[in-house]
């Protein structure tokens, strides 16, 4: 048998070789696993239905018949006070036969959708009380003056809502919000909140009047 | 003046003045050096009360150099005086009145004990025991020396009377060193030698700081530099007068001086010199350039707490990073280094509520006036114990000290790379798998994202376009609603926000993606690629 060393050696090198990787290929699987199991470490208490982003960040507060009856709004306050304003699931608007078919940011003094706020001290942006006027919503049959409800610097209006107006009915408390508000002073907020009523006294409300 | 033999090399020969020149060639230099200046120039300086050194300097028209440094103050004298007087021994303690002492190597340490040297390389034993206290390993320095700003106004008046007396001569006129400078000169070499250590402009600093006895009454150690840096505004006005009003003055006192030499009298600049001066106050200060360890570190916490969302009196900021578990890290390697202070910096962050697995994301630690350099050794211990501590809030990895390549290093890892997350997601009805083939379609999506609401208080509200180059979904067992999602995106993409879309101010997000009410559970990073790696 003619024995070839080199061929022999290049064998026994590629074996290595094949060997070598499939030991990489092991432990990068290992890692893998590793990873996974630290990933999924906690989904032991996922609950069947979770609680949204809003109600995690944000802190529910409603107003209602604000300057008019029926005229129900909610503020959505973050955590590093902001806050977002929008109608209310029982603002008479709803009850409109066919919902709100269109908005207009174009009331009191100025467009409020054509605002350009710029920078981190946002400059430019409109000085609001709480009853400035924000926007106007229209039905088949009537429309509506929407408010700030909030005193402070108007950030952003969802201008969304003027191509896209059935938003408002399908998901006013999230997609359909109206605008952004940030409450210049802290002294502002407290004052402000004084007007507020919470989620659990909303509800109550609600169902009494209901 | 003496006899200008000169003595056969090698060989002591006696002078005409009763003194034994050495053998060595730089003595010589500066005893023929110091037969050669204005006689007359010498005089004066000497009776005013000036130290030999600032004489050599005022007068001499060679440059001030090192030789000086090993003859003592008290040889120097003699060589300066014309060899008849014996006054030497009376003047002798008195300080100067333009360095303060500073040339004579006198100085009061903090202890307010009176040390005096007789030549530069005592100086330099001296300085030494000091910089040795402060415990720095080192094997070059650069030497700073700062001094109070009236050695110049001393020898700014000092110079006037030269002038007023010698305006022609040629000695005068040629650009004076400064205290300085000839400090630096002096004791330069011995200090090389007395430290074992070589001179460059490096990384490790030995500053001298004479100060004013006075001065420091008033706790005001500062030395010109931090001086200069408080001129704002009027305070900088206020100079720019007393500039003029000191040249003004100075042309007073010139035209004063000529005036009364015309009428044959130097009796009165003279006398403007009748004051008391004192020998300064050294402190010895040692600093070294910050040193830089790199290393990729792993967050495991995730200090979710839900009650930080409640507090609504006041306005809370959003909860910013909290990197106090990563003072670990630093907390072990500064007793390692003996440093004064460390900062730790981020190749980019990640929220209080989202864990840093993986890869690990790189990071700098940067130690300010270290003392000792650890080994290798001791740096794969620090990491070890870290990694084993009880608490597993924190890991590293590839710990190790980095030069000045560190920051090129950082800004690699900040704007341009991919980063690369995993997500669990829950979405209102149950996962299909076209959802899942649908998504893992999607190669470089482009996405536009307002400024997040939870960051709009801060940041500038503008509309940001980002690429999510892959993603991948892995389901999970026993929920129907619940998938994990693997994602690569670019870098500065809020991925929460793609998940739960904002209020829709992020489009496209995986919400409008399936068509569904879309939250995030959980957040992970696992990887932060760097480059190759």
């Known amino acids: 048998m003619a024995e070839n060393p080199e061929t022999d050696d290049t064998i026994e090198t590629t074996k290595q070789n094949q060997s070598e990787e499939e030991v990489e290929h092991s432990d990068e699987q290992k890692q893998e696993d590793e990873l996974r199991s630290l990933l999924l470490s906690d989904i032991g208490d996922l609950p069947l239905s979770p609680p949204s982003a809003t109600q995690v960040n944000f802190v529910s507060y409603f107003i209602t018949d604000f300057t008019k009856p029926g005229h129900d709004q909610y503020i959505y306050r973050h955590a590093n006070g902001l806050c977002v ?23 009191g003094k100025s467009d409020r959708s054509v605002l350009k706020v710029s920078g981190k001290r946002k400059k430019n942006a409109m000085r609001s009380e709480s009853n400035t006027a924000l926007c106007k919503v229209s039905t088949a049959k009537d429309s509506y003056i929407v408010r700030c409800c909030v005193k402070g610097s108007l950030l952003e209006v969802n201008e969304r ?37 919470t989620l659990e006294e909303y509800k109550a409300k609600k169902e009494v009047s209901l | 003046m003496a006899d200008e033999t000169k003595p056969a090399s090698g060989d002591s020969a006696g ?52 030789d000086l440094s090993s003859v003592s103050a008290s040889t120097l004298r003699s060589w300066l005086e014309s060899g008849d007087e014996e006054a030497a021994s009376s003047e002798e303690s008195s300080c100067c009145i333009v360095c303060l002492g500073v040339l004579q190597f006198v100085f009061s340490d903090a202890k307010q004990t009176l040390v005096r040297s007789e030549c530069g390389s005592d100086y330099a034993a001296r300085v030494t025991d000091l910089v040795k206290e402060e415990g720095h390993e080192f094997d070059s320095f650069g030497l700073e020396v700062y ?58 600093q030995i500053r001298l700081t004479y100060s004013k006895a006075s001065d420091e009454a008033q706790g005001a150690s500062e030395t010109t530099r931090e001086r200069k840096k408080r001129k704002t505004g009027m305070s900088r006005l206020y100079d720019h007068h007393i500039t003029w009003l000191t040249l003004l003055f100075d042309l007073v006192a010139i035209y004063i001086s000529l005036y009364n030499e015309e009428n044959g009298s130097t009796s009165m600049s003279e006398n403007s010199f009748e004051k008391v001066y004192e020998p300064c106050i050294l402190s010895i200060h040692c ?78 630690i940067e130690v300010q006036n270290s003392r000792k350099c650890p080994s290798q050794q001791s740096l794969t211990e620090i990491e070890e114990k870290i990694n084993k501590s009880e608490k597993k809030l924190v890991g590293v990895k590839d710990l190790k000290f980095i030069g000045s390549q560190c920051w090129a290093m950082m800004r690699e890892g900040e704007a341009e790379k991919q980063k690369q997350y995993a997500a669990i997601v829950w979405i209102a009805r149950p996962v299909e798998e076209k959802d899942i083939d649908s998504i893992s379609s999607l190669k470089e999506l482009k996405i536009l994202q307002k400024t997040p609401v939870r960051v709009l208080h801060r940041r500038s509200p503008l509309e940001r376009e980002r690429t999510i180059h892959w993603m991948k979904v892995e389901k999970i067992k026993g929920s129907s609603h619940y998938f994990l999602l693997h994602l690569c995106t670019q870098a500065g993409t809020y991925i929460k926000e793609f998940v739960h879309g904002d209020l829709g101010r992020t489009t496209p997000s995986m919400g409008s993606i399936l068509g569904c009410r879309a939250e995030i559970i959980q957040l992970d990073v696992t990887d932060v690629k760097m480059g190759d790696s």
């Open chain 2, 147 to 204: 001094v109070p700003a009236t050695i110049l106004e001393n020898e700014r008046a000092v110079l006037l009377y030269l002038k007023g007396k010698y305006n022609s001569e040629s000695w005068l006129q040629s650009e004076k060193i400064s205290v300085k400078d000839a400090l630096k000169v002096l004791v330069l070499d011995p200090l090389k030698v007395s430290l074992g250590a070589k001179s460059d402009s490096s990384s490790f």
């Open chain 1, 161 to 197: 809502l003027i191509k896209q107006p059935q938003l408002l009915n399908s998901s006013a408390d999230r997609e359909g919000y109206i605008a952004i508000i940030m409450p210049t002073r802290p002294a502002d907020w407290t004052k402000n909140k004084e007007s507020l009523i």
């Open chain 2, 287 to 364: 600093n070294k350039m910050p040193i830089f360890f790199s290393g990729r570190y792993f967050k495991y916490s995730r200090n979710v707490s839900q009650t930080r969302w409640i507090i609504d009196d006041e306005r809370m900021g959003e909860a910013s990073v909290e990197v106090v578990h990563l003072e670990l890290i630093g907390g072990n390697i500064l007793p390692a280094c003996l440093g004064d202070s460390y900062k730790f910096h981020a190749a980019g962050r990640e929220d209080i509520d989202v864990r840093m697995l993986g890869s690990g994301r790189p990071f700098l």
């Open chain 1, 85 to 107: 304003i929008g109608l209310a699931p029982t603002h008479i608007a709803f009850k409109d036969e066919g919902g709100i078919t269109n908005i207009d940011f174009n009331v």
């Open chain 2, 15 to 66: 002078l005409s003045n009763g003194l034994v020149s050495h053998g060595d060639h730089k003595s010589r230099r500066v005893y023929q050096a110091a037969r050669s200046l204005h006689s007359g120039a010498v005089k004066d300086l000497l009776s005013l009360g000036v130290c030999e050194r600032c004489i050599f300097r005022l007068v001499s028209v060679e440059a001030f150099d090192s």
